[in-house]
């Protein structure tokens, strides 16, 4: 049985297509990029960067038939597709890492001063 209406896209069509945005998730982003963002919309910003914009969650193997993406090209979407979950995957990594494990991954000191403890 076919659709009357096809489903919408959750997922962009090429991996270097800007995935749906909300207003919602455009406010956030806009308030983390300009220091002034609540607890909600960093959270938010935080879960549309990681999760959407990097696809951390997304499998990264691009072939689409329909669109004639094989070969050569659909082994640079695939390319494309995995750097971008790099990203989340990393961001994910420091959004977990303790500061004092930096030196045991072999990661460069930090310049900054570290916080006074209390």
């Known amino acids: 049985m076919k659709r009357a209406t096809p489903r919408p896209r959750s997922q962009a069509s090429v991996p270097w297509q800007l995935p749906p945005i909300e207003n919602a998730d455009i406010f956030a982003l806009q308030a983390v990029a300009k220091g002034i963002a ?23 193997f691009w072939l689409d038939p329909v669109r004639n993406l094989s070969g050569v090209d659909a082994q640079r979407a695939t390319d494309f597709a995995e750097g971008k979950r790099w990203v989340g995957v990393q961001l994910r990594r420091i959004e977990r890492l303790r500061p004092d494990m930096a030196r045991e991954l072999g990661l460069p000191p930090s310049q900054e001063t570290p916080p006074p403890t209390t």
Do not use: K, P, S
């Open 38 to 60: 609540n607890e909600g919309q960093q959270r938010r910003a935080w879960e549309y960067v990681v999760r959407i914009l990097c696809a951390t969650d997304l499998m990264t």
